[in-house]
T-cell receptor, first 116, second 112 residues
Framework: EPEVTQTPSHQVTQMGQEVILRCVPISNHLYFYWYRQILGQKVEFLVSFYNNEISEKSEIFDDQFSVERPDGSNFTLKIRSTKLEDSAMYFC??????????????FGEGSRLTVL | ELKVEQNPLFLSMQEGKNYTIYCNYSTTSDRLYWYRQDPGKSLESLFVLLSNGAVKQEGRLMASLDTKARLSTLHITAAVHDLSATYFCAVDMRTGANNLFFGTGTRLTVIP
């Protein structure tokens, strides 16, 4: 069964360092998303991406964050200068449909980021 | 500000019992999702509810949506231990980007 895959599963970094989290969405999906979940809390939307550009982003997704789809298969989330409060589980998701159409999101296993 | 509140936050129930988890939301939306999350794991899609009055069932779980009351329920019938997990409802913000706003989650523990 097709699935969303994420790497790394866990990354530990020092405050101020750059981090790139990688995702391979399901192959025929067109819409891509990043969500995050701080330990023990609810899941929060970060950004959605379609047709090689950001569709929408939340207040959390500030200038320290960026996304790109460099090669047609990977979808990456970059945090330029990590802060302690960036420590969370980051989930990538993808969907076939989006926008006005119903898009069931399929989530990856997550990348746990720990900022020291 | 959009709010999605689940009730209860923690639920401990015995095997064989029935219970309902409630999800109230504060915005108009006709798309409501239920997800299951096991500890340290990803989010597994359970139900997608697309219209007022929608009801879906899968095994011991049944979900319903009342858009006028802005309420969705997840009913558990004859609970078994394997259902122990955290259950999230999520509302589609309808901004055209499948921006899901998640509830606080309900941690369910089924006791043998």
């Amino acid at each position: 069964e097709p699935e969303v895959t994420q790497t790394p599963s866990h990354q530990v970094t020092q405050m101020g360092q750059e981090v790139i989290l990688r995702c391979v969405p399901i192959s025929n999906h067109l819409y891509f998303y990043w969500y995050r979940q701080i330990l023990g809390q609810k899941v929060e939307f970060l950004v959605s991406f379609y047709n090689n550009e950001i569709s929408e982003k939340s207040e959390i997704f500030d200038d320290q964050f960026s996304v790109e789809r460099p090669d047609g298969s990977n979808f990456t989330l970059k945090i330029r200068s990590t802060k302690l409060e960036d420590s969370a589980m980051y989930f990538c998701a993808s969907s076939v449909l989006g926008g006005a159409a119903v898009g069931e999101l399929f989530f990856g296993e997550g990348s746990r980021l720990t900022v020291l | 500000e959009l709010k999605v509140e689940q009730n209860p936050l923690f639920l401990s129930m015995q095997e064989g019992k029935n219970y309902t988890i409630y999800c109230n939301y504060s915005t108009t939306s006709d798309r409501l999702y239920w997800y299951r999350q096991d500890p340290g794991k990803s989010l597994e899609s359970l139900f997608v509810l697309l219209s007022n009055g929608a009801v879906k069932q899968e095994g011991r779980l049944m979900a319903s949506l009342d858009t006028k009351a802005r309420l969705s329920t997840l009913h558990i019938t004859a609970a078994v231990h394997d259902l122990s997990a955290t259950y999230f409802c999520a509302v589609d913000m309808r901004t055209g980007a499948n921006n899901l706003f998640f509830g606080t989650g309900t941690r369910l523990t089924v006791i043998p």
